[in-house]
């Protein structure tokens, strides 16, 4: 399976660090390929080694204007580089069979309600799960919630995002959701 993980560019301490090498081992020894934006900073580093490290595939789409600081990588590797940040949103999904919106900035936001909302509206139904390490996303999840119980979401929440709490639980709702568990 692709798995096209979305989370921060910046170095973190070990509550954030942790679940994302944790989550990012899981996935390359259950022989998952890992999509994303390609960057060798911080915790997409963090992912991308891990990952590796673990045996797993990576498939980067990095951008123009940070085309620069993209991971050097080589067969069976992969990187791309978009033209802007709506060609990558639309290349990393495109190139995943699901997402994992792990903790992060407004990249991370950007990615996620974008792909959220293609979701909203039946462009895609990729299992989306938002690992929330050490409670990052409660807020966020309260307002969902909110969004929901007032009326704002025409869809059920469920059917648009999986809360999961550890990187064990994260991977196994998306095997499961594939079907290849
Ligand atoms: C030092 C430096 C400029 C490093 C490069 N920085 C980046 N490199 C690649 N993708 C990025 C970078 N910053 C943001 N992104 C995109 O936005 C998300 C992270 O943004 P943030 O740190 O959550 O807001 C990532 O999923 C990634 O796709």
Request: proline content about 4%; some cysteine.
């Amino acid at each position: 399976m692709n798995i096209c993980v979305f989370l921060s560019a910046a170095d973190l301490p070990d509550r954030y660090t942790r679940p994302a090498r944790e989550f990012a081992e899981l996935l390359g020894r259950g022989g998952h390929t890992l999509v994303w934006g390609g960057s060798e900073s911080g915790l997409m580093k963090v992912v991308a080694d891990g990952v590796e490290e673990a045996g797993g595939r990576l498939v980067g789409v990095s951008v123009d204007f940070l085309a620069a600081k993209a991971r050097a990588v080589s067969a069976p590797d992969e990187m791309v580089i978009a033209r802007d940040l709506a060609e990558r949103k639309a290349l990393l999904l495109e190139k995943s069979d699901a997402v994992v919106i792990m903790v992060g900035g407004t990249g991370t936001l950007d990615e996620a309600t974008e792909i959220l909302e293609l979701k909203k509206h039946g462009k895609h139904t990729k299992p989306v799960v938002l690992l929330n390490s050490a409670g990052f996303y409660d807020g966020l999840k309260e307002q969902f919630q909110r969004m929901e119980d007032e009326g704002f979401l025409p869809v059920p929440l469920t059917g648009l995002v999986f809360f999961a709490e550890e990187p064990v639980g994260a991977l196994a709702h998306l095997e499961e959701s594939m079907g290849v568990r």
